[in-house]
């Protein structure tokens, strides 16, 4: 069982980045999925969560109408697609699985099985 998350990295205040986390080992498609991130200091937060089919998003505040989360469950593999990058979205990113849900998400750390190894994003004034 593995999350791999991938498409951190350097960019400019107003940039865009697009991560991916493939799940491998066992299959995903049919679980709620959720990205969340750790910023230096900080404890790990919500950022965004999609049920099964991704009919059914969910963004914290801080980053809604910036960030979407999509699925591909031909591929096992969940996206987060990050516009208008702050300062403020640095972090470590982590991408996890929620075996207790299907049509639902969840915005809670703990509710999330398996995790990915995370993926650094640093934004740039």
């Known amino acids: 069982v593995q999350l791999q998350a991938s498409g951190g990295g350097l960019v400019q205040a107003g940039g865009s980045l697009r991560l991916s986390c493939a799940a491998s080992?066992?299959?995903?498609?049919?679980?709620?999925m959720g990205w969340f991130r750790q910023a230096p200091g900080k404890e790990r937060e919500f950022v965004a969560a999609?049920?099964?089919?991704?009919?059914?998003?969910y963004y914290a505040g801080s980053v809604k109408c910036r960030f979407t989360i999509s699925r591909d469950n031909a591929k096992n593999t969940v996206y987060l697609q990050m516009n208008s990058l702050k300062p403020e979205d640095t972090a470590v990113y982590y991408c996890?699985?929620?075996?207790?849900?299907?049509?639902?998400?969840?915005?809670?750390?703990?509710?999330?099985?398996?995790w990915g190894q995370g993926t650094l994003v640093t934004v740039s004034s």
């Open positions: 996890a699985v929620d075996l207790s849900r299907i049509t639902t998400t969840s915005v809670s750390v703990y509710d999330h099985d398996y």
């Open positions: 080992g066992r299959t995903f498609s049919s679980r709620a």
């Open positions: 999609i049920n099964w089919s991704g009919g059914s998003t």
